[in-house]
């Protein structure tokens, strides 16, 4: 195990500036904001970027792919509105930064990654924090069929629109939170699914993602 990989006082000291921040922009839950506590950010980060590990920004993570500044983690997970045991689809395990998050608040996670790289990482690095998700290599438009419905999806990167297939795979009440836009932006959508063909959506602010593809790349 890297060196890097100790949690030290400094750290510790960065990231409780790190969540005053995020309650400074807006995020409230309590729940939330001891999950971020909780979670070494810069585990999930090369030791190039150990000392930036706890500033609100987006980094490398391989492949092409970054990991998601703390702000959008804290904001999507805190419209997902969690309840202890719900069953959790993440599309995009990244780094595997959002389903340690999403762990830590009781929810039952089940994350699909397309890049078999990341994929692999991701999940040694919850059975270093000793979290159980299960994860998935594989394409996330096509979602998990035989463990649907869930009673909420989270997607973590930005789809041109919103996809049908894990509309189909969510629970009449469930919630999708999902960026959705065809360029290098994203409109942050909230879905309600309130009838088996019919939904609500809320729109909460511009943000930008790496894009959802289609396909594995092993
Ligand atoms: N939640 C991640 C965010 C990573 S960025 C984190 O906290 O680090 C978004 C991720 O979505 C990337 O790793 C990218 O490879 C992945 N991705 C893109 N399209 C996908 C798809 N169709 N299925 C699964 N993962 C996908």
Not at 191 to 217: Q, S, W, Y
């Amino acid at each position: 195990m890297s060196s890097h990989l100790k949690d030290t006082f400094k750290h510790k000291g960065k990231r409780k500036i790190l969540i005053a921040e995020l309650v400074e922009m807006g995020i409230k839950d309590q729940a939330i904001l001891d999950a971020f506590n909780e979670v070494p950010r810069h585990f999930f980060l090369d030791l190039a970027f150990d000392e930036q590990a706890y500033t609100n920004m987006a980094f490398q993570i391989g492949s092409g792919q970054t990991i998601s500044h703390p702000f959008t983690v804290a904001f999507q997970t805190q419209l997902l509105d969690l309840h202890k045991a719900e069953k959790v689809l993440e599309i995009g395990t990244g780094s595997g930064f959002q389903t340690c998050i999403l762990c830590k608040l009781g929810v039952r996670v089940y994350t699909i990654e397309r890049h078999h790289d990341l994929h692999d990482k991701a999940r040694r690095m919850l059975t270093f924090l000793n979290l159980n998700a299960r994860m998935n290599f594989g394409d996330g438009y096509k979602g998990m069929p035989s463990h649907a419905p869930f009673d909420k999806i989270l997607v973590t990167c930005g789809a041109p629109e919103i996809p049908e297939e894990l509309l189909k795979q969510l629970k009449i009440g469930g919630l999708m939170v999902i960026p959705v836009g065809e360029g290098k932006e994203q409109k942050m959508l909230r879905i309600k699914k309130i009838a088996e063909d019919d939904v609500d959506i809320e729109e909460f602010g511009t943000f930008k993602f790496v894009p959802m593809l289609e396909r594995t790349v092993k």
